[in-house]
């Protein structure tokens, strides 16, 4: 499978993106201080160590503010489900691009840098050269890594469910959904609801300021939209331990989880009659696992 096209894990936090950040800008400084490449040998060096701190500071601010504010005001470019690790050197390759420039005007401040296109593509290539194979090296890295953590991490998860199966009783049912027990979904106005057997509701997925609350009818998976939060949806369901909230976008009936699989961005859910795998937010992989397993124990 073409690697590039495979998941990768976006992040948008302000702490990891400060981490990655400080690692890469570090890195960058003391690239430049002990190689010294690029004719920084020919300068004193007192300036050399103001040129390398100044240049590895561009490239903390150009990583910082790609990864955290360009990513959090364009969310749909961002958007994790889409997002791949071809998309990702894609966006290393726009950070160095940024990193490129700012070293450029850094040189014109302190190397009085006349202010041409030969010296910009100069620059330019100076910063591909020293960033862009490291960071395509990190990106693979990473990606293989969360890959075969999750799904590692998936299979057993998988393996003891199957397991459990074995000791399940044909005709056990949950036992906080009774067959036929009835839950509404009403919005604030009282203008829209919807009312499915609690023991039908397969899982229901955030749609803007709706929600899609599918359900099995007639053998076959059907939805219905309503005007209301996932927060409310929440707090309508709050009292059966048997759905789990595994992402914002997405809550769950843990009694129709069929499989749990894994790629780089986490947990995938296979769930009874859905064609589209539900993530699992990768900060709830310990809650979820521990729910999972323990609903699974009380109810068959």
Same mark, same amino acid.
């Given at each position: 499978?073409?690697?590039?096209?495979?998941?990768?894990?976006?992040?948008?936090?302000?702490?990891?993106?400060?981490?990655?950040?400080?690692?890469?800008?570090?890195?960058?400084?003391?690239?430049?201080?002990?190689?010294?490449?690029?004719?920084?040998?020919?300068?004193?060096?007192?300036?050399?160590?103001?040129?390398?701190?100044?240049?590895?500071?561009?490239?903390?601010?150009?990583?910082? &503010?790609? %990864?955290?504010? @360009?990513?959090? /005001?364009?969310?749909?470019?961002?958007?994790?489900? !889409?997002?791949?690790? +071809? *998309?990702?050197?894609?966006?290393?390759?726009?950070?160095?691009?940024?990193?490129?420039?700012?070293?450029?005007?850094?040189?014109?401040?302190?190397?009085?840098?006349?202010?041409?296109?030969?010296?910009?593509?100069?620059?330019?290539?100076?910063?591909?050269?020293?960033?862009?194979?490291?960071?395509?090296?990190?990106?693979?890295? &990473?990606? %293989?890594?969360? @890959?075969?953590? /999750?799904?590692?991490?998936?299979?057993?998860?998988? !393996?003891?469910?199957? +397991? *459990?199966?074995?000791?399940?009783?044909?005709?056990?049912?949950?036992?906080?959904?009774?067959?036929?027990?009835?839950?509404?979904?009403?919005?604030?106005?009282?203008?829209?609801?919807?009312?499915?057997?609690?023991?039908?509701?397969?899982?229901?997925?955030?749609?803007?300021?709706?929600?899609?609350?599918?359900?099995?009818?007639?053998?076959?998976?059907?939805?219905?939209?309503?005007?209301?939060?996932?927060?409310?949806?929440?707090?309508?369901?709050?009292?059966?331990?048997?759905?789990?909230?595994?992402?914002?976008?997405?809550?769950?009936?843990?009694?129709?989880?069929?499989?749990?699989?894994?790629?780089?961005?986490?947990?995938?859910?296979?769930?009874?009659?859905?064609?589209?795998?539900?993530?699992?937010?990768?900060?709830?992989?310990?809650?979820?696992?521990?729910?999972?397993?323990?609903?699974?124990?009380?109810?068959?």
């Amino acid at each position: 499978m073409n690697i590039f096209k495979q998941p990768f894990p976006h992040h948008s936090s302000w702490k990891r993106a400060l981490k990655t950040a400080i690692g890469f800008g570090v890195f960058i400084t003391v690239f430049l201080l002990v190689f010294r490449p690029f004719g920084l040998t020919a300068i004193t060096t007192s300036l050399m160590i103001k040129s390398s701190i100044l240049f590895g500071l561009a490239t903390f601010s150009g990583i910082f &503010i790609t %990864n955290l504010f @360009l990513h959090n /005001f364009f969310p749909r470019i961002f958007n994790e489900e !889409k997002w791949t690790t +071809g *998309k990702q050197i894609i966006n290393v390759l726009a950070v160095i691009v940024l990193v490129g420039l700012s070293n450029y005007l850094i040189a014109h401040i302190i190397f009085d840098l006349n202010l041409t296109w030969k010296n910009l593509f100069y620059y330019q290539f100076i910063a591909l050269s020293v960033g862009l194979l490291p960071i395509i090296i990190y990106t693979l890295y &990473i990606q %293989n890594h969360w @890959l075969q953590q /999750f799904k590692n991490e998936a299979a057993t998860l998988q !393996k003891k469910l199957e +397991g *459990k199966r074995e000791h399940e009783q044909t005709d056990s049912k949950p036992a906080d959904v009774a067959s036929g027990e009835a839950i509404t979904f009403e919005n604030d106005n009282q203008t829209e609801k919807k009312t499915i057997d609690a023991g039908h509701l397969v899982y229901i997925e955030s749609a803007s300021n709706y929600i899609k609350i599918f359900f099995e009818q007639k053998g076959e998976l059907s939805y219905a939209i309503v005007r209301m939060t996932m927060k409310k949806a929440a707090e309508t369901i709050n009292s059966y331990s048997v759905f789990f909230r595994c992402h914002r976008a997405y809550i769950v009936n843990l009694d129709k989880i069929e499989q749990v699989d894994g790629n780089a961005q986490g947990y995938k859910l296979k769930l009874q009659g859905a064609p589209d795998l539900i993530p699992v937010s990768r900060n709830l992989n310990s809650e979820f696992s521990d729910r999972l397993l323990e609903f699974r124990k009380q109810t068959h």
